[in-house]
């Protein structure tokens, strides 16, 4: 039976949902009906396949006149002037004669200066005059511009100066090369494949089978050879770290060095004296691209530009480490086997919260109940100030069975065989329920949990944040506890505050595990962690609420799709 | 100088990369046609470079490159599905199934598509075509094309989608009509 045309419209904005982002499953299963025919096959295809045309590069069809367009328009003014020549070849009289050749005068005359014209605009293309346009704005996250106007598909030209503040801005040219801009931050467009940066940081991509990008710095031009590679510029050095394939590293004094070639994995420095030196490679902590609202990656850059970020454990890489900001000190963090744990457990990376990030599995075993499983733990002790905030972002997967008395640990510290601290752990519910859990902290052996309203629902991500403030003097502390369900897009709530009795000892850092009274280790979490956040301060609430905004997208989920609307809207 | 064998792999650097180049907007093309998320699609090409590169050796210069990339894409797309939670809204594998071979034969015509696509463009009223040129030359999202022009999002929504049935309906015409002419 052949498709009606509410089912054609049908078909086509189903695709426009799925492609725009806001389709849902029971969409899809629509879909699925309706191309199972060979029509809907068909027109699933066209509609798609011309979608993905726009999606790929409409510059070339909408703005930038097509080659064989000019030739044809060529070829049109041509064949004009032919005519017109020819028309006064007719009718040989010296008058006729005189409006031919004039005719014909005119018309070689506008075929020079339309070829001449066509000719320049070649040029043009080619070799973009000053003040043509290079690329346009394609993304932007908090960015502070020194002049206005900078915003997603505005334009950048060549000779134009980018200033930066802060946050991060992303520019494509016609090409698909994209590069990312991180403030503060100076950026100058030489030409479409040329830029100079007198300060900050880029990280450029190239689009497949182009090569040769060329940014320069007062230190060093760094020429790429098809791939991407990051470049920090500040007064005293340019540092290069080559994310893919290869650059060339050339050095614009000639009592230097003459230059070095740069792969995948290597970065190097230079200095104002021309001298290249190795460094270690740190790409991983250039902005590749530009966080998108309701991501980690969004949570992320807020949180390393808090003024008061102090340890950061991303577990992006999978050898995971706990970066220390204010000493610049990274040191490992890694999975522990509990004893007692069946032999088939490692360590096992999932992705994160939003599906734009990665999280380490923590895993629960079935059997001997608080002793057997996997989590982490950072290689050094954590020594704790008086006051600080965690932050860590967290799936919960349930429990494997029932246990009433299961303790799931997050975050945890040990010190000795009495003193062990229950940052945040989690609990079975009152209910009793696998797939229930309430979060508890615990900083004394001797004392019962201190429990919060914090619930947790099996599969679900929260975003959780403890603050606390010690007293060694009276030896507690003063914890406020906040909790918000990602994937419900619920609020971020205040479910614990209150003073519990202990303080937080200084010790290796469980996260996903904790520490029992034998000093073994013990309470494995069931579920995953993506991040973990400790800050040098009692945060805020608000500031806490700011970078949990970051983490929801606030879509409008997508509710059944419309019968088409014939009404103009124009 | 350069060693023969140095010589052979650059040869084969330039073989390769030609022969990716005239592909890839065809890749892109076929994989989203499989994913229906363009930058989803985009992610999935490039795994799939990477695969043709590796297995760059197995290729046989008589085969036709871009149906040998599809059968790496078709893999590297269930693969992708069961990695990423992007994919949560996945196609059926019946659905894959159903699709993805006749796709192939349609995507290789997507040279005149994008012929009568242009002249399609061309045709199309200035305010339309400006339209167009702000959601996907400048990349604006509805939103911010809502704002610019003070209308609500579904209706700019509603616009670009009778702006794309028209220019598909044009495109479907030109085909046919070249189609009959040959």
Redesign the interface.
């Known amino acids: 039976m052949p498709m009606n045309s509410e089912e054609r419209?049908a078909l086509?904005?189903l695709?426009?949902a799925?492609?725009?982002?806001r389709?849902?499953?029971e969409?899809?299963r629509r879909l699925?009906e309706l191309?199972?025919t060979p029509e809907g096959?068909?027109l699933?295809?066209?509609?798609?396949?011309?979608?993905?045309?726009?999606?790929?590069?409409?510059?070339g069809?909408?703005?930038v006149p097509?080659p064989r367009m000019r030739a044809e328009f060529s070829a049109i003014t041509a064949d004009a002037c032919e005519k017109e020549c020819s028309a006064d070849r007719v009718k040989i009289t010296r008058r006729l004669l005189a409006w031919g050749l004039a005719g014909m005068a005119t018309a070689l005359s506008l075929c020079v200066v339309l070829l001449w014209r066509w000719h320049a605009f070649r040029q043009w293309e080619t070799t973009p005059q000053q003040g043509s346009q290079v690329a346009?704005c394609?993304g932007i996250f908090e960015a502070d511009f020194e002049t206005p106007g900078y915003?997603?598909?505005s334009p950048l030209k060549s000779g134009d100066v980018v200033r930066l503040r802060s946050g991060l801005a992303a520019w494509?040219d016609r090409h698909g090369t994209t590069w990312t801009l991180e403030g503060p931050a100076t950026l100058q467009i030489d030409e479409a494949q040329g830029v100079t940066l007198g300060a900050g940081r880029i990280v450029v991509q190239l689009a497949?089978?182009c090569h040769d990008f060329l940014v320069k710095t007062p230190h060093a031009r760094v020429v790429d050879r098809g791939t991407s590679f990051a470049v920090e510029v500040t007064s005293k050095a340019t540092c290069v770290h080559v994310l893919a394939g290869k650059v060339a590293l050339q050095l614009p004094r000639p009592d230097g060095e003459a230059g070095r070639e740069l792969r995948k994995g290597e970065a190097a420095r230079v200095g104002p004296d021309g001298r290249v030196v190795t460094i270690p490679w740190h790409g991983d902590r250039f902005w590749t691209q530009i966080p998108k609202k309701g991501s980690v990656t969004a949570w992320r850059y807020l949180a390393l530009h808090d003024p008061h970020i102090w340890l950061l454990a991303d577990f992006e890489q999978e050898t995971a480490a706990l970066y220390d900001r204010t000493s610049g000190r990274t040191c490992a963090v890694l999975p522990v086997r509990m004893r007692g744990t069946f032999s088939d457990v490692s360590a096992q990376w999932e992705?994160g919260y939003?599906?734009?990030s990665q999280a380490a599995r923590a895993m629960r075993a079935t059997r001997d109940g608080n002793s057997g499983g996997l989590g982490w733990q950072s290689e050094e002790p954590v020594i704790f100030p008086t006051r600080f905030t965690a932050e860590i972002i967290f799936r919960f997967d349930g429990w494997p069975d029932e246990s009433p008395e299961a303790v799931g640990s997050l975050l945890a510290t040990r010190q000795d065989a009495d003193r062990c601290g229950f940052l945040l752990a989690a609990v079975p519910s009152e209910t009793g329920h696998p797939s229930e859990a309430t979060l508890v902290h615990l900083l004394s052996a001797t004392e019962n949990w201190a429990q919060t309203r914090g619930r947790l629902i099996a599969g679900h991500w929260y975003l959780g944040a403890v603050i606390v403030r010690i007293d060694r003097d009276q030896n507690r502390s003063h914890i406020s506890t906040y909790l918000q369900d990602l994937t419900a897009h619920g609020k971020l709530e205040k479910v614990f505050d209150g003073w519990v009795s202990g303080t937080v000892p200084s010790g290796p850092l469980g996260i996903g595990k904790g520490f029992d009274a034998r000093l073994a280790h013990a309470y494995p979490f069931p579920g995953a962690i993506d991040e973990v956040c400790f800050y040098n301060e009692e945060m805020k609430e608000e500031s806490i609420q700011r970078r949990a905004d970051f983490l929801i997208s606030h879509a409008t989920p997508a509710g059944a799709i419309p019968l088409p609307?014939q009404t103009p809207?124009? | 100088m350069p060693s023969r064998t140095q010589g052979q792999n650059e040869d084969r650097n330039e073989v390769f990369?030609r022969l990716?180049?005239g592909i890839?907007?065809r890749l892109?093309?076929y994989v989203?046609?499989l994913v229906?998320?363009?930058q989803e699609?985009e992610e999935i090409v490039q795994d799939v470079?990477v695969v043709l590169w590796q297995r760059f050796e197995d290729f046989r210069p008589e085969e036709d490159f871009f149906r040998w990339a599809c059968g790496v894409a078709r893999h590297e797309v269930m693969k992708h599905r069961q990695?990423?939670?992007?994919a949560?809204?996945?196609?059926?594998p019946?659905?894959l199934e159903?699709?993805a071979d006749?796709?192939v034969s349609?995507?290789e015509t997507?040279d005149e598509?994008?012929e009568a696509?242009?002249e399609c463009?061309h045709e199309l009223q200035p305010?339309h075509?400006e339209l167009?040129?702000?959601?996907?030359?400048?990349?604006?999202?509805?939103e911010?094309i809502a704002q610019l022009r003070g209308?609500s999002v579904e209706?700019i929504?509603?616009?670009?989608?009778r702006i794309?049935?028209a220019?598909?309906k044009c495109?479907?015409q030109k085909l046919r009509t070249a189609e009959e002419a040959a």
């Open positions: 419209t086509c904005q695709v426009d799925l492609v725009e982002g389709g849902t499953e969409d899809v699925e191309v199972r096959r068909e699933y295809i066209e509609y798609v396949l011309l979608l993905g045309e726009l999606h790929w590069g409409t510059g069809l909408l703005d097509d346009t394609v915003t997603v598909g494509r497949p089978g992705v939003g599906g734009q609307n809207e124009e | 990369v990716l180049a890839q907007r892109f093309l989203m046609v229906a998320d363009p699609a470079s990695r990423s939670a992007r949560a809204r996945p196609f059926s019946e659905f159903q699709i006749h796709a349609v995507v997507a598509r994008r696509l242009r463009l305010h075509r167009l040129n702000q959601r996907y030359f400048q990349q604006m999202s509805t911010q209308k209706a929504r509603r616009m670009l989608h794309r049935m220019v598909l495109i479907q």
